[in-house]
Nanobody, 124 residues
Framework: QAQLVESGGRSVKPGDSLRLSCEVAPGIFNFYVLGWFRQAPGKEREFVAAISWGGGSTDYGDSVKGRFSIRRDNAKEAVYLQMVDLRPEDTAVYYC?????????????????WGQGTQVTVSS
């Protein structure tokens, strides 16, 4: 059974908004830092955002600050990435990830569980 399942990716136009969702297995959701990464063709996987176990701390990659926001819904055991003012350079496969400590990290090697990814394409 998949531990992390992303959804919500699709093709949009520049300036549009989009929300990605990630359903998290219960055993992971309650104790782990949750994050979003993305990978564009020919590029390395890039940190996008992360949120602490309690939801009180967040962190964002420089390229998305002010446009993207992350939140978690404890009741639904899910984490979301709200994206506004999307740009062509935001085109990538977006991955949900979980880390088995309480501290937020931007390093992909610090994350233990990964989803399969959801494609976001921004094009006019």
């Amino acid at each position: 059974q998949a531990q992390l399942v992303e959804s919500g990716g699709r093709s949009v136009k520049p300036g549009d908004s989009l929300r990605l969702s990630c359903e998290v297995a219960p055993g992971i959701f309650n104790f782990y830092v949750l994050g979003w990464f993305r990978q564009a063709p020919g590029k390395e996987r890039e940190f996008v955002a992360a949120i602490s176990w309690g939801g009180g701390s967040t962190d964002y990659g420089d390229s998305v600050k002010g446009r993207f926001s992350i939140r978690r819904d404890n009741a639904k055991e899910a984490v979301y990435l709200q994206m506004v003012d999307l740009r062509p350079e935001d085109t990538a496969v977006y991955y949900c990830a979980a880390r088995d400590t309480y501290s937020i990290s931007q390093a992909r090697q610090d994350y233990d569980y990964w989803g399969q990814g959801t494609q976001v394409t921004v094009s006019s």
